[in-house]
């Protein structure tokens, strides 16, 4: 299923591209007033292949929850039965990501591919998201130590990733934003991201949920021992993953991969999912034309890997929550950027002067 969905992903159509380019030009607007939004519904045009694109409607919300052995490390101060607990807030709708899906019209699926501990008994929301159930394993294994993952458990992520992407495509998702939900997962964000990019642990470390000085200089100890321990080339996107990665990483990584074979965009929220999307880029380059950035996160890993990348983020609010709250925020502006060249008139359309 990788291997295939590798091989299903093209670039963007260039020829469409410069329709769009031609159509903005030709609103009723001075050129480029609006600034990143006209590029990002140029870049949408080219990956759905028609001008203009479709409307990235109705907007589906898939998070991938894990658990890390890393947390033995005390990396956080927050326990691990957590992530199993917020799974339960988030089927009762009762969390942030609830909150903002709901103002967005955005549905939320929530797919257990690694929790450790048993998922509490909870009210779900008839009406709210649904519960996957596809754990690999329960939890990944300490990277301080070992590698976290075998590659064929990296694998089995990454391709429940691309099958949850196809579900909600022929579910009729226009649009996949990336959620997420595992108690120190930002300590193997980190690693990922300074194995794709280069970086010292150092920059691209942050404190997560708000860690102190003696666990952030533990945090950025373990990443840097770990990288060392594992030298993760990143050639080998997969081999990377088993390495460092987290369940929830990995799946993010099969999700885009799974958006961009569908020529959808998939909107990415903060580190966790930055840190997939460079795995997603490792494994096939092109699925970068269908990743929009949500939002810059505070974790300065992120930023580290948008510039990787080379996308720019399209608000900044200093978000560091995850759950995809920064890409339900953001969602408002892809639209945008897609309804004008649809409903925007021409000058000769609308009969005024162009200058």
Request: glycine share 12%; net charge negative; proline share 7%.
């Amino acid at each position: 299923m990788l291997e295939s969905t590798v091989a299903a992903i093209r670039p963007l159509d260039e020829a469409v591209m410069a329709a769009a380019r031609d159509l903005q030009g030709r609103l009723t607007k001075p050129a480029g007033s609006l600034g990143a939004l006209e590029p990002l519904s140029v870049r949408l045009a080219g990956l759905a292949g028609a001008c203009p694109p479709p409307l990235p409607e109705p907007a589906a919300v898939a998070v991938f929850a894990g658990d890390h052995g890393v947390h033995a490390q005390g990396v956080t101060p927050w326990p691990q039965e957590v992530t199993a607990q917020m799974i339960g807030n988030f089927l009762a709708g009762g969390a942030v990501v609830n909150a903002f899906a709901r103002q967005a019209g955005a549905s939320v699926t929530v797919i257990d591919v690694g929790v450790a501990t048993p998922l509490p008994a909870a009210v779900a929301d008839p009406a709210g998201p649904r519960l996957v159930a596809a754990n690999v394993r329960p939890g990944t294994r300490d990277l301080a130590v070992t590698a976290a993952l075998t590659r064929d458990e990296a694998r089995a992520a990454v391709e429940t990733g691309i099958r949850v992407a196809g579900e909600l495509v022929d579910g009729g998702a226009g649009i996949l934003l990336t959620g997420d939900m595992g108690i120190g997962n930002t300590t193997p964000a980190a690693a990922l991201v300074a194995a794709f990019t280069g970086a010292d642990p150092a920059e691209v470390t942050g404190r997560g949920t708000g860690v102190d000085d003696e666990t952030y200089r533990r945090k950025v100890a373990v990443v840097r021992a770990a990288l060392d321990r594992h030298a993760p080339d990143p050639a080998d996107p997969l081999g990377v993953l088993a390495a460092v990665g987290g369940l929830e990483h990995a799946a993010l990584a099969g999700l885009i991969l799974g958006a961009a074979a569908h020529r959808v965009p998939v909107l990415l929220d903060g580190v966790i999912a930055v840190s997939g999307a460079l795995a997603a880029a490792a494994f096939a380059p092109d699925a970068v034309g269908a990743m929009v950035a949500g939002h810059r996160s505070a974790e300065p890993g992120a930023t580290a890997a948008l510039r990787h990348l080379g996308l720019e983020p399209l608000i900044d609010l200093g978000l560091r929550l995850g759950e995809g709250t920064g890409a339900l925020l953001a969602l408002p502006v892809v639209t945008g950027a897609v309804r004008v060249l649809h409903e925007v008139a021409t000058f000769d359309s609308a009969g005024v002067a162009e200058k």
